[in-house]
């Protein structure tokens, strides 16, 4: 009975055919992802996801960060995979960076064990989780000392804090208060767009048409991008902060849309 509904259950997920939970890629609880698994993987490009929450909460078992996107990308045989990072008051969003830094390469050394291909990734995060995405694709420094490959692409989903220094000179809220602090040369550390040099990219950067800050400042980082020769797309979308997120994956011109740049960054 107990293999028939596994079976049932396995036949309802479309996309995937198993996942594997909490791979832990360092040493404290936080420090895991889950891979999704399509069928018959071999050479399968992967995309990796990580959420968003101010940098203190959020976890990838949310069912807006993965089982859409999961399945939509399943189908077309992508390997998922849903990161967690340590947050805040544990570490600051640097630190952050570096834990999903870690788990890129961990991705990277593991993808032929799981049919993927370690060649064809792309990154991706919403919110706080796209900042520390971008901050990870800028910062060769950090990629570096991580020891992780640079990758083909990088996503993100609806983030204001390209430019971390800006928006702390102007009277800030206090969810970036507490992640950001006080100190200038931090926040100098954790701009992405402090840090973007010649060559960057590609990238994408989604933003809500609805809300203040987002598409400026994804405007603002993609035309130092290719200002300095690297490639970087704006996509608008009049859609709110979380269903940028939670949409993406069901049918829609939307994900048509991103759907078609992953294709372009792994070709």
């Known amino acids: 009975m107990r293999f028939v509904l596994a079976l049932l259950l396995l036949l309802a997920a479309p996309g995937w055919a198993d996942t594997l939970r909490d791979v832990r890629y ?4 936080k420090q895991t992802f889950d891979v999704y698994l399509p069928s018959n993987a071999s050479d399968a490009p992967i995309l990796v996801m990580l959420h968003g929450g101010a940098w203190a909460f ?10 859409d996107k999961s399945e939509y990308w399943g189908a077309k045989g992508f390997l998922f995979v849903s990161v967690n990072t340590r947050l805040l008051p544990d570490v600051d969003p ?8 870690r788990a890129m390469r961990l991705v990277q050394e593991r993808a032929a064990i799981w049919g993927g291909d370690a060649d064809r990734v792309v990154l991706m995060g919403h919110s706080a989780g796209a900042h520390v995405a971008l901050l990870l694709a800028v910062r060769e420094d950090i990629r570096r000392q991580i020891g992780v490959e640079q990758w083909g692409g990088t996503l993100a989903l609806d983030t204001a804090m390209t430019d971390v220094t800006a928006v702390m000179r102007d009277n800030p809220a206090r969810l970036y208060r507490r992640a950001f602090g006080s100190d200038p040369a931090f926040w100098e550390a954790a701009s992405p767009i402090r840090h973007a040099s010649r060559g960057e990219g590609p990238f994408l950067l989604v933003c809500s048409s609805i809300r203040a ?3 400026p400042a994804a405007r603002a980082f993609g035309q130092l991008v290719a200002n300095t020769g690297g490639s970087a797309t704006v996509l608008p979308v009049a859609l709110r902060h ?5 949409a993406l994956g069901q049918p829609s011109s939307y994900t ?7 294709e372009r960054a792994l070709e």
Request: aromatic residues 6%.
């Open 213 to 215: 800050r987002p598409c």
């Open 256 to 262: 048509e849309a991103v759907a078609r740049w992953i």
């Open 242 to 246: 979380g269903s940028i997120n939670s």
């Open 26 to 29: 360092g040493a404290h609880p």
């Open 94 to 101: 640097v630190d952050q960076a570096r834990d999903l830094g």
């Open 58 to 67: 959020g976890d990838k078992r949310n069912r807006a960060v993965w089982k």
